[in-house]
C-alpha cells in the first residue's frame, strides 16, 4: 500500500499540473491535509513528508490531536511550525475551543459564529483567520450563507476585532464531470470577485476535494482541502 508520503506527492503533483494548465504562478495553490479521523500518527507521517497544514472537522477529536502533537510542534522554529484549520460544522457551544486551538476557520456561516470567536479569541495569539462558507448550489448540508446574505455578512465579519475574513470556503455536491464541478466553483469565485470589487481585502478561496480539485483550480481556488487522496479511505464518520 503506498505510503502517506506517496499519496502526499501524488497530490502535490496533481495541484501542481492543474496550476500550470489554469496558467496560474506555480505556489499558488495551498495544500490543506484533511486529517480528520485519522490519529496522531498518521498526521505525523504527513508532516515527516514536509506537510504543515492540516484540516479537522470535530473539535474534540482535533483538540486531542492538537495536543498530542503540541510538545514535538514547540520544538519547530516560528515559521515551520503546524497550522490547524477547523472546516466543519461549528456550533455555538464549541467556539471557545476552536478560538483557543486553531489557526483558521472555514466553516463560519452566521455572524454569531463569527463575533463568539472573536471575542473567545485569547489575546496572546494573532487574529483567528476565518472564511465565510457559502452554500451556493443548495447543498443538502445546509450548511453555509446564502449568497444573497455573503455581502452583508461578510462586512460584518470583517469590522470585527480578533478575527480576520480571508475569503469564501464551498463544498459543492459531489460529481464526476468535469463541467459540472466546474460551475459552482465558478459561481463561487464570481462571489468573491463581487466582495473584493466591494473592497474586502480577501486573498482565500477554500474550494476542492479529492475529487474535484483540478476543477476548483481551473475557477480560482487558492487553497484546497484533501482528506481520502492523502489518507486513505475514512472507516468511521463522527455525527457532526
Ligand atoms: C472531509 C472534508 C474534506 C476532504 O474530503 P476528501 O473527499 O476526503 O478529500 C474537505 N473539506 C471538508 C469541509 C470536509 O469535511
Known sequence: MPSIAAHLDTVLTRIAAAVAAAGRPEGDV????VSKTFGA????????????????NYVQEAVDK???????NAQRSAGDRLEWHFI?????????Q?????????????LKIAERLSAQRP?????LQVCLQVNISGESSKSGATPGEA????????????????????IPEPEDDPAAQRRPFAAVRALF??????????????????????AAIAEGATMVRVGTAIFGARHYARPA
Do not use: C, Y
Request: charged residues 25%.
Open 88 to 96: 466543519g460544522p461549528l456550533q455555538s457551544n464549541k467556539t471557545r
Open 123 to 127: 489575546a496572546h495569539l494573532a487574529p
Open 30 to 33: 495551498r495544500l490543506l491535509a
Open 66 to 72: 492538537i495536543t498530542a502533537l503540541a510538545a514535538e
Open 193 to 214: 470577485d463581487q466582495l473584493r470589487a466591494d473592497g474586502l481585502a480577501l486573498d482565500t478561496l477554500s474550494m476542492g476535494m479529492s475529487g474535484d480539485l483540478e
Open 151 to 170: 455581502p452583508a455578512l461578510a462586512r460584518a465579519i470583517a469590522a470585527l476585532p480578533n478575527v480576520r475574513l480571508r475569503g469564501l470556503m464551498a
Open 41 to 56: 500518527d498518521a498526521v505525523r507521517e504527513a508532516i515527516a513528508a514536509g506537510q504543515r497544514a492540516f484540516g479537522e
Open 98 to 110: 476552536v478560538a483557543e486551538h486553531f489557526d483558521w476557520v472555514h466553516s463560519v456561516d452566521r
